[in-house]
């Protein structure tokens, strides 16, 4: 079956510092991936989509990678920030599949 | 533009009760989800529409969970003799573009949600 999984369920980082969230899928080869933030009590609030034929997309402090090969997203928060402290996600289709996401906490 | 907006914010209701849930997706925007969720779990699909008919209601977790939705616009959610089990924040959704035949979506845009809390 179709699977996403993403590295880890928490996240910790340094203020300033780049966080880094892997997102990978298994038998399945999605023609984009798009990546969201949730905030506690809040609903998700999409952030970047980025397509098969595309190998990297930005978006201000934010940069998304895409590798078909090692069926593999990145995304990348650089110079962080407390502010960016929230729960992403990555997500294949409409249902939204994911599991509970990557919590990331910036301390400052 | 205004975003999706959802009425009430808040509710709470007695076991047995029918509640209903309004959500009013942005203008434009053929595709309207209904997910709900439980707190600190992921989110949970309930039903996607297209138009005013529903592909996929696939998630409604029993026939006391219907939807409908109307003039392609406002969705409604309903209930039915509700359960503590159905306590949760129930999101609303809405994309410009359908679902495509592969079952992606282009990017969804959230209201604030309905927190549903069954005494």
């Known amino acids: 079956s179709q699977k996403i999984e993403q590295n880890s369920e928490a996240l910790n980082i340094q203020e300033g510092k780049t966080a880094t969230l892997t997102c990978n899928y298994t038998?399945?080869?999605?023609?984009?991936l798009q990546w969201y933030r949730q905030d506690p009590g809040r609903g998700p609030v999409f952030l970047l989509l980025?397509?098969?034929?595309?190998k990297e997309k930005r978006k201000e402090r934010l940069k998304v990678t895409f590798d078909t090969t090692l069926k593999q997203s990145l995304f990348h928060i650089t110079a962080s920030q407390p502010a960016d402290s929230a729960t992403y996600l990555c997500?294949?289709?409409?249902?939204?599949?994911f599991g509970a996401g990557t919590t990331v906490t910036v301390r400052a | 533009g205004a975003g999706v907006s959802q009425s009430p914010s808040n509710k709470v209701t007695e076991k047995g009760k029918d509640v209903e849930l309004r959500c009013d997706p942005i203008?434009?925007?053929?595709?309207l989800y209904w997910y709900r969720q439980s707190l600190g779990q992921g989110l949970e699909f309930l039903i996607y529409?297209?138009?005013?008919?529903?592909?996929?209601k696939s998630g409604l977790p029993s026939d006391r969970f219907s939807a409908e939705r109307t003039g392609g616009s406002v969705s409604t959610l309903t209930i039915q003799r509700t359960q503590q089990e159905d306590s949760a924040v129930y999101l609303c959704?809405?994309?410009?573009?359908?679902?495509?035949?592969?079952?992606?979506?282009?990017?969804?845009?959230f209201g604030p949600g309905t927190r549903l809390t069954v005494t």
């Open positions: 997500v294949y289709d409409y249902k939204l599949s």
């Open positions: 980025i397509r098969e034929n595309e």
């Open positions: 529409f297209q138009g005013n008919s529903a592909p996929d």
């Open positions: 959704a809405s994309s410009f573009a359908p679902v495509s035949r592969t079952g992606a979506s282009y990017e969804q845009y």
């Open positions: 203008s434009g925007h053929t595709a």
């Open positions: 038998n399945y080869s999605p023609a984009y």
